[in-house]
Every structure is written in structure tokens, then in C-alpha cells.
């Protein structure tokens, strides 16, 4: 049987002075458990090099990182954004908006999930607790305050939809590293998620072979959790066809 070459794009990181660009190994390592070969998608790259690298692959997963520039949902950083990288704005909404279009399979890690929907006419809450109107106390931004895989909170997942089925259940336990949310979804996609405080933890594409969005990190939970390997064994399915 044939492995599906799965894009991951990767964001910028620092050592020593230096720039380069990198992915955690979860991601690399959750694509190939399920069957795909994963290779990484650079950030800076022109868009003749980046269109000959995606007519490639089978499928696309949108990985997480820092904010997007909310420029590109017609709003401003006012001091809410962090961490915002022009050149990888760039290529995601780029790769998405060809996914999105070519019917070809794309999977939103986080990050990955607030660029798909920005990218075909969504918006966001730049930061859950100053601007989400359901905030309750819930602390989502739990990066480097427990293990990786630390299940935060369940999520309400919408049942006989793409994503109930990937996963097999309608209320998973998941993890949680995110200070931004959804606001607006985009006319093409639907919000299929929710945590308790209304937070949207999953989109899709109606119709799609496959174009989820998931706000948790599912990569980093393959290793104890039954509902988020069948999340990626789906999702490389899908491109293998």
C-alpha cells in the first residue's frame, strides 16, 4: 500500500543567534504511525516554489505556531497578538486556499485550525480572556504549564459529522495551548467543536474529502489516546485516495 506525502509546515526558531526552521517531532511522527510520509514545508519560499512543492503532496497539515497577523481579518494587534510571522502567514493561507480548492486533504493542528478558517474569510478572538464573550475562568493557554499531553478539558463534538467519525466518539478528552479562538467562521466551513465556554474546538468542510480543523494538539496525544490516532489514520486515509 502505497504512503501519502503529507506537507507539514513549520515556523521559525532561534538558537544561538541564528534563524531556522523546525517542526517538534510529534507531528512528523503521528503522520508516519498513521501510514503517511511526512515531509516539512519551509516559510520561505517564493509562491512558484511553494505551488511546485503542493501540486506534490497528498495532503496538508497546517501545524501550530504563533498568531496570525490580524491584518489578515481586517483587525489590529493592540497589544494582543504574539509571535506573528509574515512569510509563514503567507505560505499556510496560501497552501490552504489550494487545499481548500482542489479538494485536496488538509488537517488544522491549533495554529493550523485559526489558519484555515482566517484563510477562507473567518475572523478571530485575538486573546480568549479579553475578548471572548463566554469566558468563564477557563484557563486554554496551558503551553509550559503541564506535560504536552495533559487533557485539559472534553470537547462537544457534533455527532455524523467528518470529525465525530475520524475520531470515533462525540466527547474526547483533549489538551489545550491556545490564548486565541474562532469568532467568525468562514461561509465554506462549518463549526462542528465546542469547548464548555462555548470556545469553538473543531471546523470542517461539508462535503470535503477532508478539511478539518482541530484547536487541541492531537499529535501530542497519539501515544495514550485511541480517539486521536484515528484522527491522523483518517486524515492519511483520505490523502491516500
Request: aromatic share 8%; net charge negative; hydrophobic share 40%.
Amino acid at each position: 500500500m502505497s504512503r501519502p506525502l503529507i506537507g507539514i509546515t513549520c515556523g521559525p526558531r532561534y538558537a544561538d543567534g541564528k534563524l531556522f526552521y523546525g517542526s517538534l517531532p510529534a507531528y512528523t511522527e503521528s503522520v508516519a504511525m498513521a501510514g503517511g510520509s511526512p515531509v516539512l514545508i519551509t516559510p520561505n519560499l517564493d509562491e512558484d516554489a511553494l505551488r511546485s512543492i503542493y501540486e506534490r503532496l497528498d495532503g496538508v497539515l497546517i501545524a501550530g505556531g504563533g498568531d496570525v497577523d490580524p491584518a489578515y481579518y481586517g483587525m489590529t494587534a493592540d497589544g494582543l497578538v504574539r509571535d506573528v510571522d509574515r512569510s509563514r502567514d503567507f505560505t499556510e493561507i496560501s497552501v490552504t486556499r489550494w487545499a481548500a480548492d482542489d479538494d485536496k486533504p488538509l488537517l488544522g493542528i491549533c495554529r493550523g485550525c485559526q489558519v484555515a478558517n482566517v484563510a477562507l474569510g473567518g475572523t478571530l478572538y485575538r486573546d480568549i480572556p479579553k475578548e471572548h464573550p463566554g469566558y468563564n475562568g477557563i484557563d486554554h493557554d496551558l503551553w509550559g504549564k503541564f506535560p504536552r499531553d495533559y487533557r485539559a478539558h472534553t470537547v462537544a463534538i457534533a455527532p455524523q459529522t467528518r470529525l465525530a467519525s475520524a475520531i470515533g466518539e462525540t466527547a474526547p478528552w483533549v489538551n489545550s495551548m491556545h490564548h486565541q479562538a474562532l469568532r467568525d467562521v468562514a461561509p465554506k466551513l462549518v463549526a462542528v467543536a465546542n469547548a464548555e465556554d462555548g470556545v469553538i474546538e473543531g471546523i470542517e468542510m461539508p462535503d470535503a474529502r477532508f478539511f478539518v480543523g482541530v484547536q487541541w494538539h492531537p499529535e501530542e496525544m497519539i501515544e495514550n489516546s485511541e480517539p486521536m490516532r484515528r484522527l491522523f489514520e483518517t486524515f492519511v486515509s483520505a490523502a491516500r485516495r
